[in-house]
């Protein structure tokens, strides 16, 4: 395989774990475990309803910039980033 | 001195401040570009982003939505926020290495066809019209209450203020204005968000307010919970499991909406470098996460304290800010059992109240309290947040119908003034026949913007998510699936909105789903459809295919694309 193809499957490989949390946080936590969750307590918030209208925000902010610090660093890596 | 005093000086003195910025960036240069290019820092780059995307549905109606919908009102704060990391993980990037301009042509290119650039262009037309229709009513609703006149009224002024400022030229040097929009916006949200956090919980950040105890000791939430209850609705977090599906759709139209509207994706072709195109779908996000986050206790704040204030009290010794609003016709109270008192109630038969959620930002100052110069302020920010996407959105409605319908379609060998002209005059067209539209929208400023998105999301999202992650996609499978999604969006959308003429019932939704989350449904048929045509029909050239290809590695990308604003 040429360096290419191994920079491209890596990419799919962060895409596939960043975006299984974005799903996680906001689909799941916030919408379709909410109920279940709201049973726990975030200080004076109900977990589920602090994901759907707190949490997930903050952990789409980090997804970014994570996703920013590994292709950098991947680029870097496979020589493809623009100088 | 009064609100109105204070309105009307900040209202004055933000808008000679966007003309100024305007008049002294086109001093700098002859031409005008919608620059996010080397001059501009990423951090200012996002900003203008996070302006130009925060709209008067964030700003104005998105916390008076929340407050009534308690735990369901997370779709908006979700789906308003989690399309950008789609934005900056699946398109950003390889748009600004694939270098186009805007979406149509992006469109046009990777699948070498006129007519898919037609159809997309189409499509950015309809979005962008049905956005800026819900900036209309924002406008309106403002200047309403702070003018003294009714809805109507406040609508037609509003007319006049975005035409005004859009021939004026508040569009060109537009990145920084944006940059000051943005400025003005989040203090105005902020600020109030923090006086009432203070009275509330004593707690400086209201995103740690809302899930603090009051001053009586209670957590604020159990408070509201216990108030809601009371009343007869759902408690303020609970799960309102019959709408769980309907939740989901929206949330994922919102989001993939996010990711397809065509004025949010026209910043990205414009940075600098490819990886710049990452990070500045970063910092936006960031900046528009401090608004989304205090939205949600705005909104908490706001309903607790209506209850407080109104809810079985005698009308006669209503505060004033609620005589105020009922001139606007946007708040009402009809005393069904004549005993004088307010009756707030989730029984509609029994409840006397009526509020207009689109109020909820404007009026929780007074509601609150607060001096009146914080209420003069945050009709300058709902209004620097409506103008800031207005102008973004008549950018994108006049370079499609001047660069992407005439120059690259219907006359290629078109004037310089003419294109000119033609830019003018599809503004003028836009911003009049938005605001007729406005006046009798389908819905609240946010569910109308919400629709946009629906429509989208089952348009351009699979286009250009299949333009670059699947090589053997097509003409024929792109060109097929955009129809048939937004069609099908478009059908459903008119059947069961009654204001747009539908006949159809809440009770005909398929599977539950509302019209604002359909748009998700119509973005599998057109992923469907194209991928099936797609595979039934002949491949893209070679050259094609290496195009595909190239745009997947950030190395060798051209000079960014500039915008000219004419």
């Known amino acids: 395989m040429n360096h290419k193809k191994v920079y491209w499957k890596q990419n799919l490989k962060y895409l596939a774990i960043l975006l299984s949390i974005w799903f996680g946080v906001s689909f799941l936590c916030g919408i379709l475990l909410a109920d279940f969750l709201n049973q726990f307590y975030l200080g004076g918030f109900p977990l589920g309803f602090w994901f759907a209208h707190q949490g997930s925000i903050y952990v789409f902010v980090c997804l970014i910039f994570v996703y920013v610090y590994l292709m950098n660093r991947l680029d870097k890596k496979y020589h493809l980033d623009e100088g | ?566």
């Not at chain 2, 994108?396 to 310089?416: A, F, G, M, Q, Y």
């Not at chain 2, 026949?433 to 913007?449: C, Q, T």
Request: proline content about 4%; overall charge positive.
């Open chain 2, 1 to 566: 001195m009064d609100a109105q005093f204070w309105t009307y000086l900040f209202v004055g003195v933000t808008f000679a401040l966007y003309i100024s910025i305007a008049i002294i960036s086109k001093a700098g240069s002859t031409k005008e570009f919608y620059i996010a290019g080397s001059g501009v820092h990423p951090l200012a780059n996002g900003m203008a982003t996070a302006a130009d995307w925060m709209s008067a549905a964030s700003f104005i109606s998105m916390a008076g939505l929340i407050a009534f919908m308690g735990f369901s009102g997370g779709q908006f704060l979700m789906g308003w926020t989690g399309g950008y990391v789609l934005l900056a993980l699946l398109l950003a990037p390889y748009l600004r290495k694939f270098g186009k301009y805007t979406v149509p042509d992006f469109i046009g290119e990777r699948y070498y066809s006129k007519n898919a650039r037609l159809v997309a262009l189409i499509c950015a037309l309809f979005v962008s019209f049905t956005y800026v229709v819900g900036q209309m009513k924002g406008v309106g609703v403002a200047f309403a209450r702070f003018l003294d006149v009714p809805y109507d009224t406040g609508v037609l002024i509003g007319i006049g203020i975005v035409f005004f400022y859009a021939v004026l030229g508040g569009m060109k040097g537009i990145t920084y204005t944006q940059v000051a929009q943005y400025c003005i916006l989040i203090f105005a949200f902020t600020v109030p968000a923090i006086f009432i956090s203070l009275q509330f919980t004593g707690n400086f950040f209201p995103q740690m307010g809302l899930g603090s105890r009051t001053n009586d000791g209670v957590f604020l939430l159990e408070q509201l919970n216990q108030l809601t209850l009371d009343l007869g609705f759902d408690q303020y977090t609970q799960v309102n499991k019959q709408n769980l599906t309907n939740m989901f759709f929206i949330t994922a139209a919102l989001m993939f909406g996010t990711a397809g509207l065509p004025h949010v994706i026209v910043r990205f072709f414009t940075v600098p470098k490819v990886r710049h195109a990452r990070l500045s779908a970063g910092w936006a996000l960031l900046f528009i996460a401090i608004l989304y986050t205090t939205a949600p206790a705005v909104a908490a704040f706001a309903r607790t304290n209506i209850i407080h204030t109104v809810s079985e009290q005698p009308y006669e010794y209503l505060p004033q800010w609620f005589k105020n609003w009922e001139g606007t016709g946007l708040l009402s109270y009809e005393d069904k059992n004549n005993d004088g008192l307010v009756q707030y109630r989730a029984d509609a038969s029994a409840n006397e109240l009526t509020v207009d959620r689109d109020i909820i930002v404007l009026a929780n100052p007074e509601i609150a309290n607060l001096p009146p110069w914080v209420i003069g302020l945050v009709v300058a920010g709902g209004l620097a947040a409506a103008l800031s996407t207005a102008a973004g959105l008549l950018l994108v409605i006049s370079t499609s119908i001047s660069h992407d319908l005439l120059k690259k379609n219907l006359r290629p060998n078109i004037s310089e003034k003419n294109e000119l002209w033609a830019a003018r005059i599809s503004i003028a067209v836009a911003v009049v026949g938005a605001g007729l539209a406005g006046l009798n929208p389908p819905g609240f400023v946010a569910e109308v913007v919400a629709l946009a998105f629906g429509l989208a999301a089952s348009s351009f999202f699979p286009a250009i998510i299949l333009g670059i992650f699947d090589k053997r996609m097509n003409r024929e499978g792109a060109v097929t699936g955009m129809i048939s999604g937004i069609v099908f969006t478009m059908c459903y959308i008119v059947y069961f909105k009654p204001q747009l003429g539908g006949i159809g019932t809440p009770e005909g939704y398929w599977w539950g789903i509302s019209p604002e989350g359909i748009g998700t449904l119509g973005m599998l048929i057109n992923f469907i459809v194209a991928v099936s045509v797609s595979r039934l029909t002949t491949k893209p050239s070679q050259k094609i295919q290496a195009l595909t290809e190239s745009i997947r590695y950030p190395k060798g990308a051209g000079k960014p694309k500039e915008i000219q604003i004419r």
